[in-house]
């Protein structure tokens, strides 16, 4: 577990910024996966069924809303997010959402007005799976593990996020033995919003640090 503080914006070489969010290495990605699925099926490997089970227990059973439910808490009830900070695995017990695998040895780092997280894996893709799901290919990318410690503030511009220079940007690196997790800043405006329109406000990237919270539509 190690964690670095950075203070000012860095640039490349070639002074360009690549995108790392755009939607082509998706379309990559599925492709690939389909045709694995395809091949495993015509082997005999797997079945339908089986496809099925998955599919549904990464749409309804884990996920990001599981952790958008853990935002939305915390930014409701100030004693859950004080146990939360504290102790993560055993708050979110709380919740009846289980640790499941890759979720075990949780920490969870809160976004304030003087700094914001953001969460790597330099080593490899360690990340919480109960709470945020399937890892996008972003967090996997060789190229963006290595900027992200050398140069946050310039990744964080690629995904639309820019800070106010004095805010400070504090890296945390996951492990296999600790996973972190990102408590965003609460937007304003939403003094009015239950717990369900708030965690629908909540992306993947805003609880990995790499993203702000959607502001509320006017009238919402």
Known sequence: MSTHDHDHD??????????????GPESYYAARTKALESLFREKGLIGTDTVDRV????????????GARVVAKAWTDAAFKERLL????????????REGIEGENLKVVENTPSTHNVVCCTLCSCWPWPL???PPYWFKDPVFRARVVREPRAVLKDFGVELETAKKVAIWDSS??????????RPEGT????????????????MQG??????????A
């Open 10 to 23: 860095h640039q490349h070489a070639d002074g360009e910024h690549h995108h790392h969010h755009e939607r």
């Open 86 to 97: 504290e102790d993560a695995n055993k708050a979110i017990k709380e919740l009846g959402l």
């Open 191 to 206: 003094e009015h919003f239950s717990e369900e329109q708030l965690a629908a406000l909540v992306s993947t990237e805003a």
């Open 132 to 134: 945020l799901g399937l």
């Open 210 to 219: 790499l993203g702000l919270v959607s502001q509320p539509q006017p009238g």
């Open 55 to 66: 599919i549904h227990f990464f749409d309804h059973e884990m996920g990001p809303f599981n």
């Open 176 to 185: 296999a033995q600790v996973r972190f997790f990102v408590i965003p800043e």
